[in-house]
């Protein structure tokens, strides 16, 4: 693998083949690592002076947290209630998560939303009464674990002219050991994967005006989502419906969602009024994420690069990229952005990237469906999930799913199960020869 030498965003040894700028995926926020550390590695681009904080912020994000009262005061806070003890438990090496294999394995990278109908605060789901938004297996001695989320996978086989079989599978849902009552026949229930987390500082600068020009232009809409940061809606970029409006708020999400772990901007535990053992539980001092680790885990996160394509010039990735386009997977994987200024991390603007994301909602079809909305996001939407780095998924965690939900193993998987307004986009890769589709999923794979 050859490599590059970044130096203060300069490229100064770029190769002079026609491929070079479409290899970039990241703009000056490329790494070329194409190994299992394709998404852990620093982006050279990051200024000196931050190169202190993206470590600490790397450890707070690999660190596993702690239930007080223990040694290491940095890193107490844990729960009441939580999913996993880390953030990486969830981002093996930064990258996507996958779904249980068999009903009998826990969901160890991947977390189950939900709600009741209707709306809650700021135009968001409205809480379950007694779970809250977001099911918690696990809690701290003394705080009952809320219960387990199983998946049953109902699968079959579709087969392709021409005669390829490719076998499908949907999941099936169930909960064992709920602490806290039965859910209810209202219950919204959304199980999702983990996605990758490198390259987000570089979506966040995308300018709203382009992202909504291309909503007008192509189709797909906005989520408008509360930012509890600056009091007001905005728009969504993050998470499977866009339902986060910054990197900074994703992160403190996250930890109080998914660790229980408070920060400055989310300043609650995680407790329901039906949980008196977990209203009643020990409370390190708050918040229990400072305000520097928070900030630290920003640079992390704005810091991490993006790795380049592979073999963007092989003639059968070329026809593949061609067929992407004439399949009409362009209008809503997005090949090109430029982004425009980022608040926090200069950098971050005036990059061409190569995401394949629009970051906007598109109905995905009756299969897809979860049911639940989030913000303006209906049962049906999603936002388009980002392609880049997706043929390094695998190497990075063999298991690594696709969906919002893992059902999908591979990339052709995934696209058969497009439907709503993406339908014509998948059937036009059903008909299509079986080189022409090889020679598709070669140019996924170089992404
Ligand atoms: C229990 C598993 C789990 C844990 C633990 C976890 N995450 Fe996640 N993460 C997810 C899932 C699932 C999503 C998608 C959520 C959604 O769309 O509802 C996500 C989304 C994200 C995203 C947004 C990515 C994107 O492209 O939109 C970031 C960033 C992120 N997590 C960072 C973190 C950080 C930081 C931590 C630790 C505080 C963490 N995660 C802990 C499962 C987890
Ligand atoms: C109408 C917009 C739209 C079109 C057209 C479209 N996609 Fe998608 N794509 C999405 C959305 C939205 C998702 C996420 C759906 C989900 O998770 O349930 C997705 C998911 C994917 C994934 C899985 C990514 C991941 O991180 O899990 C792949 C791979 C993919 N699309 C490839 C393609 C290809 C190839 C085509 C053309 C044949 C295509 N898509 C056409 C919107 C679209």
Not at 257 to 279: H, I, K
Not at 294 to 309: D, I, S
Not at 323 to 329: D, S, T
Not at 348 to 374: C, E, F, K, N, S
Request: with cysteine.
């Amino acid at each position: 693998m050859r490599r590059f030498l970044l130096a203060a965003g300069l490229l100064l040894a770029a190769p002079a083949t026609a491929g070079a700028e479409e290899a970039l995926s990241g703009g000056a926020f490329t790494v070329f690592e194409s190994g299992r550390a394709a998404f852990t590695t620093m982006a050279p681009a990051l200024p000196e002076a931050l190169v202190r904080d993206f470590a600490r912020g790397r450890t707070v994000f690999n660190r596993p947290w702690l239930a007080a009262p223990a040694q290491d005061e940095r890193f107490i806070g844990l729960g009441p209630l939580f999913n996993r003890l880390s953030c990486v438990a969830c981002h093996p090496r930064n990258g996507g998560g996958f779904a249980p294999e068999t009903a009998a394995e826990p969901m160890r990278t991947m977390l189950v939303r939900l709600s009741v109908p209707g709306e809650g605060e700021h135009g968001g789901v409205r809480p379950h009464s007694a779970y809250g938004d977001q099911l918690n297996e696990d809690g701290i001695p003394g705080v009952p674990g809320e219960g387990r989320a199983v998946i049953r996978w109902r699968e079959h086989d579709e087969v392709l002219p021409g005669g390829e079989a490719v076998r499908l599978r949907r999941p099936l849902i169930s909960f064992t050991g709920l602490a806290y009552g039965p859910l209810g026949k209202d219950a919204l229930i959304s199980p999702r994967i983990a996605p990758p987390v490198f390259g987000l500082g570089l979506l966040a600068a995308v300018p709203e005006a382009d992202i909504l020009a291309i909503a007008a232009e192509n189709g797909g809409r906005p989520n408008r989502v509360w930012d509890a940061g600056n009091g007001r809606t905005v728009l969504g970029r993050f998470g499977w419906k866009a339902n986060q409006p910054s990197v900074l708020q994703q992160l403190a999400g996250a930890m109080l969602g998914d660790l229980g772990v408070t920060s400055p901007l989310f300043t609650g535990q995680n407790c329901t009024e039906a949980q008196p053992e977990c209203r009643a539980a020990f409370v390190a001092p708050q918040p229990e994420l400072t305000a520097g680790q928070l900030l630290a885990l920003e640079t992390y996160h704005l810091g991490l690069g993006v790795p380049a394509r592979r073999g963007v010039d092989d003639p059968s990735v070329r026809r593949g990229e061609a067929l992407f386009v004439a399949a009409g997977c362009a209008s809503c994987h997005r090949p090109t952005l430029t982004t425009g200024s980022h608040p926090s991390l200069e950098d971050l603007g005036g990059q061409v990237i190569h995401p394949y994301t629009d970051l906007l909602l598109h109905d995905m079809g009756a299969d897809l469906a979860d049911g639940r909305p989030d913000f303006l996001a209906t049962g049906s939407e999603w936002r388009t999930p980002p392609l880049w780095g997706l043929g390094l998924r695998r190497l990075v965690d063999p298991r690594a799913g696709l969906l919002h939900d893992g059902r999908a193993r591979s990339p052709l998987e995934a696209v058969l199960w497009h439907g709503g307004a993406a339908r014509e986009a998948a059937a036009a890769v059903r008909r299509l020869p079986s080189d022409d589709r090889r020679a598709l999923l070669r140019f996924l794979d170089s992404l």
